[in-house]
């Protein structure tokens, strides 16, 4: 008489504290996952889901973003920092620099101001603050793609 | 640049990434984009239109 074979299931652990324990240790996992991905997205366009495997989408929304920066930038479009007196510029400058690097390379080495006189000053404006926005949203989908809640 | 030029390139940078990030099928993604980029050109348009009889007004000052 054969042996009985064991099955996976009855491998796996029974007690219901060890259930929880092994869904606490995916979960944890998953946490750092995402903590990574959004971490990543947060330093550059992309990066984030390119750490998650998804090379296609990572390449075109970093494409997407940097081409509105390059455009507001080309427009003269404002890059916000915070002006004293104006708490509102507070809330745009934080969701500029949602782009990440390239809101600190327009910023330090190529000390980009913008120009208001320019024709194309509003419009470079919103180019550069949605660019931040959009990546922003990024780094969210990045989260929820590591932690497993999305696709 | 023109101003439609700029519009037409800002909603369509915005659509195809709005299509990207909420779909995840194709066929969605493609509907879902041309929602948006309609959307948001259509609209501008209309508003445009709707705005035409308005007289502009002196520019305003710069700051």
């Not at chain 2, 640049?1 to 990030?21: E, G, I, K, T």
């Not at chain 2, 980029?37 to 239109?49: N, S």
């Amino acid at each position: 008489m054969s042996a009985p074979i064991r099955s996976p299931e009855t491998t796996r652990p029974e007690t219901p504290a060890a259930k929880a324990a092994a869904a606490a240790a995916l979960d944890a996992a998953a946490g750092r996952r995402g903590a990574l991905a959004a971490m990543l997205a947060v330093i550059f366009p992309g990066l984030g889901h390119l750490y998650l495997g998804r090379k296609a989408r990572a390449a075109l929304f970093a494409a997407i973003v940097l081409v509105a920066v390059v455009i507001g930038a080309k427009l003269d479009g404002n890059l916000y920092t915070p002006v004293k007196d104006h708490p509102l510029t507070l809330l745009a400058t934080l969701g500029s620099m949602g782009m990440g690097l390239p809101y600190f390379v327009l910023l330090l080495p190529l000390h980009y101001t913008g120009d208001v006189t320019a024709q194309g000053y509003d419009y470079g404006t919103a180019f550069l603050l949605s660019a931040g926005l959009m990546n922003l949203l990024l780094v969210l989908d990045a989260w929820d793609v590591g932690t497993g809640r999305k696709e | 640049m023109s101003h439609f030029l700029l519009m037409v390139v800002y909603a369509l940078l915005l659509s195809v990434f709005f299509a990207a990030l909420w779909r995840r099928n194709r066929r969605e993604q493609v509907v879902l984009f041309l929602q948006l980029f309609i959307g948001m050109v259509g609209g501008g348009l209309l508003v445009a239109w709707l705005m035409y009889p308005f007289p502009s007004g002196p520019p305003a000052p710069i700051p």
